[in-house]
């Protein structure tokens, strides 16, 4: 990917997505590109799109999240409310840092660490959330050790959501 201009990803021998590599890895048309592009993969995980009041709002493992109002926007008028849905969010889009947590209070959930991973300037945290493996990337100089319960937010902004069904992509 490091050398090309324009790849084309392909699944079965059917072309899925043409593009830069980046734009691959910005905007991929379906699970499957999600998940081939990005080291470590998107984490990704069913979830129950809802409604609270003026929110939208995506529940999983126990969690529920509260869509920005543009992506949210989107959600709802292409029907999804009610319906299950399938979240990618990219293991640099998952954060401890306390800034982040303090900016971002709509996207908390708590993950116990099952394996702590220093790899030099990151550290990668692979806990659970329910049967599902999510890793996040986060700073080295992280608190967060193995068996430690933590606080994560997802970058909202950055999700990607999917159709269960179709595995195609609804929003980027």
């Given at each position: 990917m490091t050398l090309g201009?324009?790849?084309?990803?392909?699944?079965?021998?059917?072309?899925q997505q043409v593009g830069s590599p980046q734009g691959l890895y910005d905007n991929p048309c379906n699970k499957f590109v999600a998940g081939f592009i990005g080291t470590p993969q998107m984490n990704?995980?069913?979830?129950?799109?809802?409604?609270?009041?003026?929110?939208?709002?995506?529940t999983f493992g126990?969690?529920?999240?509260?869509?920005?109002?543009?992506?949210?926007?989107?959600?709802?008028?292409?029907?999804?409310v009610g319906k299950v849905v399938t979240v990618g969010i990219r293991p640099e889009d998952l954060h401890d840092e306390e800034a982040f947590l303090a900016a971002n209070p709509k996207s908390i959930f708590d993950a116990t660490i099952r394996v702590y991973e220093m790899l030099g300037s990151e550290v990668l945290l692979y806990f659970d959330i329910e049967?599902?493996?999510?890793?996040?990337?986060?700073?080295p100089r992280t608190t967060a050790r193995t068996?430690?319960?933590v606080?994560?937010?997802?970058?909202?902004?950055k999700i990607h959501i999917f159709d269960k069904d179709t595995e195609n992509v609804i929003l980027n």
């Amino acid at each position: 990917m490091t050398l090309g201009t324009r790849i084309v990803v392909m699944k079965d021998g059917v072309v899925q997505q043409v593009g830069s590599p980046q734009g691959l890895y910005d905007n991929p048309c379906n699970k499957f590109v999600a998940g081939f592009i990005g080291t470590p993969q998107m984490n990704m995980i069913d979830a129950q799109v809802g409604k609270a009041g003026e929110d939208v709002t995506l529940t999983f493992g126990g969690h529920t999240l509260h869509l920005p109002a543009e992506k949210a926007k989107k959600l709802e008028d292409a029907g999804y409310v009610g319906k299950v849905v399938t979240v990618g969010i990219r293991p640099e889009d998952l954060h401890d840092e306390e800034a982040f947590l303090a900016a971002n209070p709509k996207s908390i959930f708590d993950a116990t660490i099952r394996v702590y991973e220093m790899l030099g300037s990151e550290v990668l945290l692979y806990f659970d959330i329910e049967d599902t493996n999510f890793t996040a990337k986060v700073n080295p100089r992280t608190t967060a050790r193995t068996g430690d319960t933590v606080k994560l937010a997802m970058d909202l902004d950055k999700i990607h959501i999917f159709d269960k069904d179709t595995e195609n992509v609804i929003l980027n």
